[in-house]
């Protein structure tokens, strides 16, 4: 008799975005005309760069001759994108990272969540409080999470790291010892990066207690602070304890393409197996590649063009997030990142719950941000707004803002 | 400390697909200028159809202009090409099913790959053998195959389905009762076709024993013969056991591009948990949706145009198949399939193994095919040629073939 995956049960409501999707659909249906400004889910609204459409139409026209035709791409992605990869995003920071350690994907969000699978089923992972509910909703489903609790908003066998204004959301180490650590700098969704020292202690922690650090770096390309590292591999021993996955959605607007990348160097191994083998099975059995015209645009991102169009796309987010994080701070509000990241973590006014503000800024502003506690307990009391609208909408915001 | 999914210890060398590979490659290193042909590796060879690269390239332009451009797509696909796949594939079949029951994905080995996580982890699972090998690798990462026997070459919690010359390779009702039932057709490996009515005994064995067919249709667009089901929910009480897996990459040449979908009829509950709701969240969990441009070129696929240029590519194809199976026949083989799949199933001569016959053909002759034995045990002494090469080409490997 079949029966179903019960871990799904223990899934708590839906996921996150989704019931924000749910709310604003039931304000538009029941406000028809109210123009919404949408600085909630982490989607990019500038269009793809000259330089990519260029490369897209090409591989097109390739696709559609028999001489230029691509069928199943390599199993790990086509070596011209993994060498560019390598090339620009590593080499050129001094890192040591080979193009067989990278494996394209059609995006960080489902490495991050696949990348479990690999380790053993009775894994203790920590995650970070507030977190990317993919890291702990993929663990749920594969039974490492344990039970939930209604009261601590906590699941049993997960280990919590609270990211909080104590600590200036950077996650102190936890008393039990994980196999498996998630983290992700710069954060979402609290904006805030961390430090190459800070990060050097957790690849010690890590070194130190044969653990796995699962490092999505998915915002590294809004750094502007020339201190702050891209890479967990600028850290010494990273290589030998750490998976960074990379996104070309934020830097290069891919949201509607899907390319990724997961880096594993083939010196990390646990119990003397190679995890880099591991993924590449898993990669190879459950996973037919990323479209090939999709990989060729991901290849112009690192042409010159290309590279100077993204760059220009970024610095037009981040105008809009320094705009609206000193437009709210100037409004009395609360406010973290922004900085080098395209999040803005905002303290909710007046003791209001995350989900109250979400709703009062959403019926009485038309401003769609997300819920901290959506994030986790710890993001209770807070709210994150997104730098990828347009700067028209953001200024529009924080005048609608201003009048709560 | 960090361990490994011991499961992935349990997996049989390499993927069937990486190991032809290897040979292949090792063969052209040591024979430089040999001109191989390739009818392994189920991979197409014509490119994309002029309608289909044209609606690529005017939603490449879409993704360049702000106004038009698309970041995350919906959860289950756009909406234009659930309903175009509903429209052609189901409804003029007469076949009950709506558009947010299609989940479109990334292609049909990802999707078949996943399936299994919503299940639970003690599920029984039947696979035919021999075997399409993600089915069988997929359960194996999962833990719930069991260990490999070097003796029967068989996992010890699978249930085995042989097909064999004395069944016309469609499988028997097994002993002992499944969970879960993985059945492909047309059958890759062995390109045979299943009847309706046979097809209706396979649902009524599930809906009396409450199991769930996981049906993978990939090769349904190859069916010549009128008579055959495209789909299993042409048989009747299908939608309340069944899902059901299709793909773009053989019908359409997408093996490049990437496009598949997974059907699950809100009907399909086990203890009354909805299976369309468990597969919603893993699909909204874990993963972001398929290009938009993708998704377009998947909607062109439907146009008068399109559709009429699909079919002449599948003609030629079949042009292929039928070459193949009657010259092969000719000079002695026997040989299965090919009539209304791309695959041909050929008896290795004078009792070689499947994998003797490989190093023959690559060897002696220079053609590369796939060792059944990859597929399975049952696959022991047969051998898989595809018809996805060109015309010139599957009258070389015959004349090669010929002189072996």
Redesign the interface.
């Known amino acids: ?6 871990n ?2 223990k ?1 708590q409501g ?2 996150l975005f ?1 019931t924000v999707a749910r709310k604003v659909h039931e304000f538009e249906s029941n406000n028809q005309g109210a123009r919404l400004i949408k600085l909630g ?1 982490g ?6 760069a ?1 330089a990519i ?1 260029a490369a ?2 090409r591989a ?2 390739e ?4 001489e ?6 390599p ?1 790990l992605g086509y070596e011209f994108l993994r060498n560019a990869i390598v090339e620009n995003e590593y080499r050129k920071r001094g890192i040591d990272i080979e193009p067989d350690e990278i494996f394209i994907s ?2 960080a ?2 490495d991050c ?2 990348i479990q ?5 009775n ?1 203790l992972v920590a995650v970070c409080d507030p977190v990317y ?2 890291y702990v ?2 663990n749920v ?1 594969a ?1 490492r999470a344990g039970n939930f609790s209604e009261e601590t908003k906590h699941y049993s066998r997960l280990i919590y790291l609270p990211c909080t204004e104590d600590n200036g959301f950077i996650p102190d180490f936890p008393k039990i010892k994980p ?2 650590i998630y983290l992700c700098f710069p954060n979402n969704p609290t904006g805030v990066a961390i430090t190459k020292d800070r990060l050097q202690e957790w690849v010690d922690y890590a070194l130190k ?4 650090i699962l490092y999505d770096a998915a915002y590294e390309a809004y750094i502007n602070d020339d201190q702050l590292p891209h890479s967990i591999y600028e850290c010494s021993g990273a290589e030998y304890c750490a998976i960074e996955f990379r996104s070309f959605s934020k830097n290069a ?1 891919f ?4 390319l990724g990348y997961t880096v594993i160097s083939k010196k990390l191994k ?2 003397g ?1 190679s ?1 880099h083998s ?1 993924w590449a ?2 990669h ?11 990989q060729r645009a991901g290849e112009a991102v690192y042409t010159p063009e290309g590279s100077r169009q993204i760059k220009e796309q970024i610095a037009t987010y981040m105008k809009n997030a320094q705009y609206l994080k000193s437009a709210l701070a100037g409004a009395g509000y609360t406010v973290y990142g922004g900085e080098n990241a395209p999040y803005i973590w905002l303290k909710t006014p007046r003791g209001l719950s995350s989900w109250e503000f979400f709703d009062l800024l959403l019926n009485n502003a038309g401003v769609v941000g997300t819920p901290g506690s959506g994030f986790g307990s710890h993001g209770e009391g807070f709210f994150r707004l997104t730098a990828f609208g347009t700067y028209e909408n953001s200024r529009e915001a924080i005048a609608r803002i201003k009048c709560l």
């Open positions: 008799m079949a029966t179903i995956n019960e799904y049960l899934l839906s996921y989704q889910i989607d990019v609204t500038q269009p793809i000259p459409t897209l139409h097109v026209d696709m559609g001759a028999a230029t035709f691509h069928g199943y791409a199993d059609d995006g969000k489902s969540s696949n699978e690999i380790f053993d089923h894994s509910p993919v909703d993929s489903m039974g196999d498996l207690n044969d653990a796995v607007g949201t509607g393409l899907r646990l119990h197996e995890v591991m099975r898993r190879g059995t459950k996973y037919n590649g990323a479209p090939y015209i999709v």
